[in-house]
Nanobody
Framework: QVQLVESGGGLVQPGGSLKLSCAAS????????IHWYRQTPGNEREWIGV????????SYAGSVKGRFSFSRDNANNTAYLQMRRLKPEDTAVYYC??????WGQGTQVTVSS
């Protein structure tokens, strides 16, 4: 059974940090790029970046570049999104996508004092 499960969301104060996980099962995780997105109510899903299948290359949207970083552990079929210097405008549901096919269910991140 194919599964992609995000976790690690929550409430954090502005300027704080949070690390999200994207755990995969049921498919060849290590062969697929992992894309990260976020979405706020009433808005389209925003692409925030990608990490290649080896973890050796990442690309970031301008809105998060320098604050967010991606990593992955192919041995444990998990990708990570490390978020630093969080801002209220980073509040959203965060999703991971494996390749062009598999989506997680999302995890809520709220940045508020």
């Amino acid at each position: 059974q194919v599964q992609l499960v995000e976790s690690g969301g929550g409430l954090v104060q502005p300027g704080g940090s949070l690390k999200l996980s994207c755990a995969a099962s049921g498919f060849a995780f290590s062969t697929l790029y992992i894309h990260w997105y976020r979405q706020t109510p009433g808005n389209e899903r925003e692409w925030i970046g990608v990490i290649d299948n080896t973890g050796g290359y990442s690309s970031y949207a301008g809105s998060v570049k320098g604050r967010f970083s991606f990593s992955r552990d192919n041995a444990n079929n998990t990708a990570y999104l490390q978020m630093r210097r969080l801002k209220p405008e980073d509040t959203a549901v965060y999703y991971c996508r494996a390749g062009n096919t598999y989506w997680g269910q999302g995890t809520q991140v709220t940045v508020s004092s």
